[in-house]
């Protein structure tokens, strides 16, 4: 039986012997199975919690994770969102439309804004009932991301060429803003892992010039903040083909990078092989392919995979959020896959 050390130590680049831990990006996917509609899920902590436990019990995972979407944040500094039937609360209107009101925000009270406290009470109530034997991981965004849900994608993505100063200065603002959730997470539920979820420095959105020379500085003071206010492992999530950013993980210090279905896989493993400080990895099954595939191909594509990672510190995974509606029993059989 693997204990949480064991766990814990993957995460954080060490192999354990004849040991993956199977713990996907599963949360509102979750919540059909559980019974809870995604409305309850996003409004009610026990409700979530109740659907993360349900997870956890029926697939034998060796941890889960929680998010709340991506505006979470933003709703919490004032934001309105909107709740489709099948997603999570997304942002409604961007509170940065003018650059001038960024003077005018504060960093609020993460315990009683928004809807925080319902995340930060699902997370206590899972990481009590499981944190003993099981990672529990509750995700925030990144400065990037964050930055993109207050001023809008596309207008941030202008900044970047117009008005730089005003980027950096959002930036500087969006960094201290998500080391404050994420130290507040830390400090309310005693969570040892926080997953960091900065989609937007894709090579698919940013140019990797930008994110080495640009945001990776950003990480890195983050990342060395929270580890000093005593988060054992820091997990940057970023989608899509991260190869040609994946060195710059080692000096950030991050300790676990999620690896997208797109990235390719050989490569990433000849560069934590050959790394001095050795990084847990996380993935890589494609999520919308686990969403229609078969249960056999599920089980047979995950010990192709696991086979393919050797003695790596891998961690079983989707690349990515597991859609909602994919099948209970394509779950079962990337757990079976990595459990004897
Ligand atoms: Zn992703």
């Known amino acids: 039986m693997p204990n949480l050390s064991q766990i814990m130590d993957t995460f954080k680049g060490k192999k354990i012997p004849d040991f993956t831990p199977v ?8 919540a059909l199975g559980a019974g809870v509609t995604l409305k309850d899920y996003a ?19 060796d941890g889960v994770q929680l998010t709340l979407g991506v505006g979470m944040e933003a709703e919490a500094l004032g934001a309105k969102t909107e709740q489709a039937e099948k997603g999570l609360p997304t ?3 961007h509170l940065l439309k003018d650059i001038l009101k960024l003077k005018q925000l504060k960093i609020p009270d993460i315990k009683s804004a928004g809807r925080m406290p319902v995340f930060l009470e699902a997370v206590k109530i899972v990481q009590e009932t499981i944190g003993r034997k099981a990672v529990v991981i509750p995700t925030v965004r990144g400065p990037l991301v964050l930055a993109g849900q207050l001023r809008g994608i596309s207008d941030l993505m202008l900044d970047s060429y ?3 100063d005003f980027m950096k200065e959002l930036l500087d603002f969006c960094t201290e803003l998500c080391f404050c959730y994420a130290n507040s997470i830390l400090e309310n ?5 926080i997953a960091f979820g900065e989609a937007l420095c894709s090579p698919d ?12 500085p950003f990480h890195k003071k983050l990342v060395q903040r929270i580890h000093a206010v005593g988060l054992e492992v820091a997990i940057i999530h970023i989608c899509g083909n991260i190869l040609p950013i994946f060195d710059t993980f080692y000096d950030t210090g991050f300790d676990t ?7 390719d896989l050989k490569t990433i493993l000849k560069l934590n092989k050959a790394s001095k400080k050795t990084l847990g990895l996380r993935g890589n099954i494609d999520p919308s392919w686990l ?24 961690i079983l995974s989707s690349g990515c959020d597991v859609p909602y509606g994919t099948p209970d029993a394509n779950m079962s059989a990337m757990t079976s896959a990595a459990k004897k």
């Open 23 to 30: 713990v996907p990006i599963y949360h509102t996917a979750a």
């Open 43 to 61: 409004s009610n902590s026990s409700k979530m919690a109740e659907t993360m436990l349900w997870a956890y019990n029926k697939f034998r995972f």
């Open 91 to 93: 942002i409604k209107e």
């Open 162 to 164: 117009d008005n730089p």
């Open 189 to 193: 539920t005693g969570v040892r892992a």
């Open 205 to 216: 959105f940013i140019s990797p010039e930008f994110y080495k020379e640009i945001m990776a």
């Open 257 to 263: 990078a999620d690896i997208d279905a797109k990235t």
């Open 291 to 314: 969403f229609q595939a078969g249960e056999s191909e599920v089980k047979e594509k995950s010990q192709k995979l696991l086979l393919e990672v050797g003695n790596n510190p891998w």
